[in-house]
């Protein structure tokens, strides 16, 4: 039963982590072109409307990306009240879009001297209304796709997003420089609408009439954890704006963008590894969401093979660090590399909370949820207010991994007392060993020592052994290519 479960895990990620392989390497060429057409300038630009458009999306989503993905797993299996569920998201969606956009507009002014201490780029942020509406009627289609575990319309949506994006986006950077960074967002958030409504209406669900009584009576269900959720992600989102704020206003507009390049290398590969995984696992934790037993036991088969894939691609980060900032951007971004690599560290406590913090929302804890999320965020921001002094961008990088790894202790005595869980043997073992080969390399790249690029190729080359072997042992490898074989061949 368990390797049956290990395959399902390692046959989602493939799959899912095959799309995002094109996606970075999509990525990879945007940021490049855009180092190059716009430089640090347009970067630290591009992350200050890409966070204002997450923190009033997270505001007016109303949390619909998690629950709405909960109760349409819920309900999977009874074709009638999933077409009623699939038809409230749907209308819910439309509703939620037009007031994002509508507050957009509203506050422009105010967001705008809240970003920029100006005025003056009130009229891009206003425009930036289009952005959110179409951002979210995309969620809500893919809230449905993803309830319904639809992962190959989720990955075909996303890669033919990601390509127009890039299609449009090189005339438009390259005529207009900086002044072409708000009609791109704006193309790309109406590409990706496109493309997810094309594919949700494949799986040929019918969006059937709900009248304003029942259409209100049946979002309860967002009211009622999205309320926590919503808040978790304002909290969030300011916390995130405060950093940028900060480096602003104490380093100036150039140092954010290097602070930008380095958190899009972590996460584009931190999507790779966990986006690849919770797709999949979020709407199966839903199903089994009242049997603490089942759940003990998911996250931890999701944790095992969460640790064994991340092992190798974070060793690849710190030793490359310099390298990949060189790469995808310009070679006036390698001061950031140290920033870089305790952010990566950072990462690897992050994968290991990923699974556990979802069980909260699985439950219903909208409460406990925020308190512990809100916990990591004032950890985060008080160790940068602290550190800046002494490590200035660097602090951002240490705050990331301090926060990341008082949040695994938090959420772990958290899930003890909710679902009594504890860690199976196999992974503290596995753990131990990852954040042993992980401090060594980091410590050879980080200060150069005598031989340090043999011993972080060494060690790279036993992270990748270690992780074939642990995968072996899960389901076996020969198992793995022949099962997939035959799931293609079907």
Same mark, same amino acid.
């Given at each position: ?22 996606? =970075? ?5 945007? /940021? ?210 405060? =950093? ?47 049997? /603490? ?27 490359? #660090? ?12 390698? #001061? ?14 992050? =994968? ?53 790894? #008082? ?17 199976? =043997? ?40 270690? #992780? ?17 074989? /035959?799931?293609?061949?079907?």
């Amino acid at each position: 039963m368990r390797k049956k479960s290990y395959f399902q895990i390692i046959r989602s990620t493939g799959l899912l982590g095959g799309a995002q392989i094109i996606n =970075v390497l999509i990525g990879i060429v945007r /940021n490049k072109l855009i180092a190059i057409l716009l430089g640090n300038t347009g970067i630290g630009l591009i992350s200050i409307y890409q966070s204002t458009l997450d923190l009033i999306k997270s505001i007016t989503s109303l949390g619909i990306d998690t629950t709405g993905v909960r109760e349409i797993a819920a309900v999977s299996e009874d074709s009638e009240r999933l077409m009623n569920k699939i038809s409230v998201i749907y209308k819910w969606s439309w509703g939620l879009a037009i007031s994002g956009g509508l507050l957009c507009i509203l506050f422009c002014s105010k967001i705008s001297r809240w970003a920029f201490n100006s005025d003056a780029y009130s009229l891009n942020i206003a425009c930036l209304s289009v952005c959110l509406i179409f951002n979210i009627l995309a969620l809500g289609e893919l809230v449905i796709l993803q309830g319904l575990r639809q992962i190959g319309y989720i990955i075909k949506s996303g890669v033919i997003a990601n390509l127009f994006g890039l299609v449009v986006m090189i005339p438009l950077y390259y005529y207009y420089g900086i002044e072409g960074i708000v009609p791109v967002l704006i193309f790309f958030s109406i590409i990706t609408y496109v493309c997810t409504l094309y594919y949700r209406k494949k799986i040929g669900v019918r969006i059937v009439t709900i009248s304003f009584k029942d259409l209100l009576s049946e979002g309860r269900f967002i009211l009622r954890i999205g309320f926590f959720i919503i808040l978790a992600a304002i909290q969030t989102q300011i916390a995130l704006f405060m =950093v940028r704020s900060l480096i602003i206003n104490r380093a100036g507009l150039e140092q954010l963008g290097l602070l930008q390049a380095a958190w899009t290398i972590t996460n584009v590969y931190l999507t790779l590894i966990l986006k690849s995984i919770s797709v999949d696992f979020y709407p199966r934790l839903s199903l089994i969401c009242d049997d /603490n037993s089942k759940i003990r036991t998911l996250i931890n088969e999701q944790v095992y093979i969460l640790l064994i894939i991340s092992l190798p691609v974070i060793i690849f980060l710190l030793l490359s #660090s310099k390298i990949l900032l060189s790469l995808l951007y310009a070679d006036s971004f390698q #001061s950031a590399y140290t920033l870089l690599n305790w952010r990566t560290i950072g990462i690897f406590f992050k =994968v290991m909370t990923w699974s556990l913090g979802f069980v909260l929302l699985a439950k219903g804890k909208g409460l406990l949820y925020f308190i512990c999320d809100t916990m990591y965020s004032v950890i985060y921001l008080l160790s940068i207010y602290l550190l800046f002094p002494y490590y200035s961008l660097d602090s951002v990088g240490i705050a990331y991994m301090i926060a990341y790894i #008082s949040y695994l202790i938090i959420i772990y005595f958290v899930l003890r007392n909710l679902i009594a869980f504890r860690w199976d =043997v196999i992974n503290i073992k596995i753990f131990m060993v990852c954040i042993a080969l992980i401090l060594v390399t980091f410590y050879a790249a980080q200060y150069k020592i005598q031989y340090w690029l043999a011993i972080s190729i060494t060690i790279l080359l036993i992270s990748i052994a270690y #992780s074939i072997y642990q995968l072996n042992n899960a389901v076996g490898l020969k198992e793995i290519m022949s099962r997939t074989r /035959n799931y293609k061949n079907k």
